[in-house]
Antibody
């Protein structure tokens, strides 16, 4: 059974940093690209960042480029999101999501999602 | 950036109804479109990918159609468990984008 478990969310002041983690199990982690998708309270879905199976390809939404860094550790079956210079508009539930397509990064769509970790940016 | 217009934003329907949700793109995306269902307090679930391919385990009352710029999600006979919010998502080009969502509520 595929499981994605996010952690690391919380309340943080504007301008500070936070690191999210996603622990994956139930599939061969290093065969798939992985992504972060967020959802502000009461709003829709927004893709944040994605990383290919070998970390060779990485992408970011314009809204987080230069502030967020995605990474993965295939030996630990883990995905990370380092979030710096946080803003109020980054407040959201952050989901870790597995790409459906084996070995593909260029056409991201998501067949498994975690339950999310809530990030609240407020003074 | 590809702009997406999903409609309607709210759909009131009854159990047993046939419902359709539309998703229109600002440019052609071939068949690089997915549909998700999200229930309150839960993560989204993939229903359809490649515009019309049903994800494993998804009931056959769900179907998708379209290519290029115009796409449709159809629920042939609405069940009580189908009342939820639905999102389309294009994955033709980066950044992958989601529609604004369609909430299907009980009439």
């Amino acid at each position: 059974e595929v499981q994605l478990v996010e952690s690391g969310g919380g309340l943080v002041q504007p301008g500070r940093s936070l690191r999210l983690s996603c622990a994956a199990s139930g599939f061969t982690f290093d065969d798939y690209a992985m992504h972060w998708v967020r959802q502000a309270p009461g709003k829709g879905l927004e893709w944040v960042s994605g990383i290919s199976w070998n970390s060779g390809s990485i992408g970011y939404a314009d809204s987080v480029k230069g502030r967020f860094t995605i990474s993965r550790d295939n030996a630990k079956n883990s995905l990370y999101l380092q979030m710096n210079s946080l803003r109020a508009e980054d407040t959201a539930l952050y989901y870790c999501a597995k790409d459906r397509a084996y070995g593909d990064y260029e056409a991201p769509h998501f067949d498994y999602w975690g339950q999310g970790t809530l990030v609240t940016v407020s003074s | 950036v590809i702009w997406m217009t999903q409609s309607p934003s709210l759909l009131s329907a009854s159990t047993g109804d046939r419902v359709t949700i539309s998703c229109r793109m600002s440019q052609g995306i071939s068949s690089y479109l997915a549909w998700y269902q999200q229930k309150p307090g839960k993560a989204p679930e993939l229903l359809i990918y490649a515009a019309s391919t049903l994800q494993s385990g998804v009931p056959s009352r769900f179907s998708g159609s379209g290519s290029g710029t115009d796409f449709t999600l159809t629920i042939s006979c609405l069940q009580s468990e189908d009342f939820a919010t639905y999102y389309c998502q294009q994955y033709y080009s980066f950044p992958p984008g989601f529609g604004q969502g369609t909430k299907v509520e009980i009439k």
